[in-house]
């Protein structure tokens, strides 16, 4: 596989080179033609590469020159390259700007095929703007996808008969794979429906008019919406379809595309010893993206801990002692919550805490597995459970007012998350704000009053509202009178506790080396508890960069989502 892959990459850097010699030949001649079409070859290679600003400027540069050549269609093309690039590096109304000019053009020179072709682009740019948006804007951006790609159906219609049988099926089954996704991903239930009926038909068309790329976007789409429908073994099977399909294509990226999802379906059902395997040859294949190659580094890194503790765990424990086993059972939890593999974490932290238990740990030494168990049930939806256990927690705390507000604050937001009445929610941030008062903290005060408030406000109680919103500005005064007032203070991590174990690792990883990734994977023997740790969200890391930084960096939606939620820093 990695002389196949370095043969292939030096067959491409050599072809980019041979085209960028024959590039200067064609502008020392003053030949405008051949040097727009040696623009475009190199914009379409740079782009299969991902190296995407490179392909911009050489689409730019062949815009350029079809324009002054007064080529319409081939300028339309020039639109349409340009626009799909600037797409891929989330330059999204840029890349509209282009498409839309393209769509003109064809129009004009009366081109029905390309008038397809730019609806279907069109549609494509904003179906991936709207997964980026996570506003409410989001679904206006998905129904112009669906609305654009609805008209590069009616012009698939319009050619039926004109252009070859083979061509036309090829531009239904991407369509019907474009409308599937659409409707995968529409909050309308009965378009989710559609959705795999969609995906078959664009399967079934691409396969028998050998379109493998439709063929393979197909695969990948199916498997992700049945790992969604909880059925995993259909979705290996299309992981191992789109394998065998980048085999065929010798296409390495696609291939290591094909392998992380395949090592991310048997991480979603505990299998991670061949989760490990496909992961590493994901890495060392190399995904074209470098923001999906660096969290792919941080998962095969995880998943490789994860193995190791499973073996020790199940090796003999004759020699071992019960706190190094609780220490044990506690690290995997961690990882398999950082994996999202919530089932099997709480499995481990209820091993750990049987086993405290056993140990007859109490009080604070209890605390930590507790709050774990409270926030990964809470991350797998299952908030009555845990407002059992962060219950649990504050019996264990006894005497600390100030922690026991950060968890009755957790519970309220438990009782949201479950749709449970406004008066729990409510009672919970009361009994928050008496600890608060309790431990005579007013930045705590502050801040439950600060989100009952809003509670208030959401619910629509105006005098409610107005009468927090008082108590708001007294205990500003007060806090300003003993000089802790900061409009810039971090106003919840005082209040609830941020995980930062989890950013420590990931920190390490982003810098990891190809040789660290695939070979060495040592423990960090300092490890803490994934959900005791606390630490200002504010606080930076040797790059400078905060947890909403990281979040972003790896792509952790829901983590982003949390952070902006509750702080009011993104702006810094």
């Known amino acids: ?129 709207s997964q980026e948006d996570q506003t409410e804007n989001a679904q206006e951006k998905l129904r112009e996808a669906e609305q654009a790609f609805l008209m590069s159906q009616a012009k698939c219609n319009e050619l039926e008969g004109v252009v070859s049988e083979r061509q036309w099926l090829v531009m239904r089954g991407r369509l019907f794979l474009n409308l599937g996704l659409v409707h995968d991903v529409n909050s309308d239930k009965r378009k989710k429906r559609k959705a795999r009926r969609f995906l078959e038909c664009a399967l079934k068309l691409s396969h028998e008019n050998g379109d493998f790329e439709t063929e393979y976007r197909s695969q990948l789409s199916l498997a992700s919406f049945y790992l969604r429908s909880n059925m995993v073994s259909y979705a290996i099977r299309c992981y191992e379809a789109a394998i065998r399909i980048a085999k065929q294509q010798r296409d390495s990226k696609l291939e290591a595309e094909a392998h992380d999802g395949m090592g991310q379906a048997y991480v979603g059902i505990g299998n991670f010893k061949a989760a490990k395997t496909h992961f ?26 994860v193995v190791r503790l499973e073996r020790s765990l199940q090796s003999s424990s004759r020699n071992r002692d019960v706190e190094e086993e609780v220490t044990m059972w506690e690290k995997l939890g961690d990882l398999c919550a950082r994996l999202r593999v919530y089932r099997k974490a709480i499995s481990c932290y209820e091993k750990q805490l049987s086993l405290s238990q056993t140990l007859g740990w109490q009080g604070s030494k209890i605390v930590p597995v507790l709050v774990s168990l409270a926030r990964t049930h809470a991350d797998s939806g299952q908030h009555d459970e845990a407002i059992h256990y962060y219950k649990m927690e504050i019996d264990a705390r006894v005497g600390e007012p100030k922690e026991q507000c950060s968890s009755w604050c957790w519970i309220g937001r438990a009782h949201a998350d479950a749709g449970h009445s406004f008066d729990d929610v409510i009672a919970a941030y009361n009994v928050a704000l008496q600890c608060a008062k309790d431990a005579d903290s007013l930045n705590q005060q502050y801040i439950v009053t600060k989100q009952m408030a809003g509670l208030y406000e959401k619910k629509g109680n105006a005098e409610k509202t ?60 300092a490890r803490r508890s994934r959900r005791s740790s606390s630490v200002k969200i504010n606080k930076v890391n040797e790059k400078g960069e905060t947890l909403l930084h990281h979040s972003c960096i790896v792509r952790n939606v829901e983590q982003v989502r949390s952070l902006l939620a509750e702080v009011q820093t993104a702006d810094q």
């Open 1 to 129: 596989r990695s002389f196949t892959m370095s043969v292939a990459t030096r067959l491409s850097k050599k072809e980019i080179k041979d085209l960028q010699r024959e590039k200067t030949k064609a502008q020392e001649r003053r030949n405008l033609l051949e040097e727009a079409k040696l623009c475009n070859k190199l914009g379409d290679l740079f782009a299969r590469s991902g190296e995407y600003r490179k392909a911009i400027d050489e689409h730019r540069a062949e815009l350029q020159l079809c324009v002054s050549l007064d080529l319409p269609t081939d300028s339309g093309i020039a639109h349409r390259k340009l626009g799909e690039c600037l797409c891929e590096v989330g330059r999204y109304e840029e890349a509209l700007q282009h498409q839309m000019q393209h769509l003109h053009l064809a129009q004009n020179v009366e081109n029905v095929e390309e008038e397809q072709r730019a609806y279907a682009t069109i549609g494509r740019t904003w179906f991936v703007w």
């Open 280 to 305: 590493i040859d994901a890495f060392n294949f190399g995904l074209c993206s470098p923001r999906d190659q660096q969290l792919l580094i941080i998962n095969l890194k995880r998943v490789k801990k």
């Open 466 to 525: 107005e009468e927090l919103q008082e108590l708001l500005r007294e205990i500003e005064r007060d806090l300003n009178a003993l000089g802790e007032w900061s409009q810039d203070t971090d106003e919840t991590s005082e209040i609830m506790e941020t995980d930062s174990s989890e950013d420590e690792d990931d920190n390490n990883s982003e810098t990891a080396s190809s040789d660290s990734a695939a070979g060495s994977d040592e423990e960090n023997p």
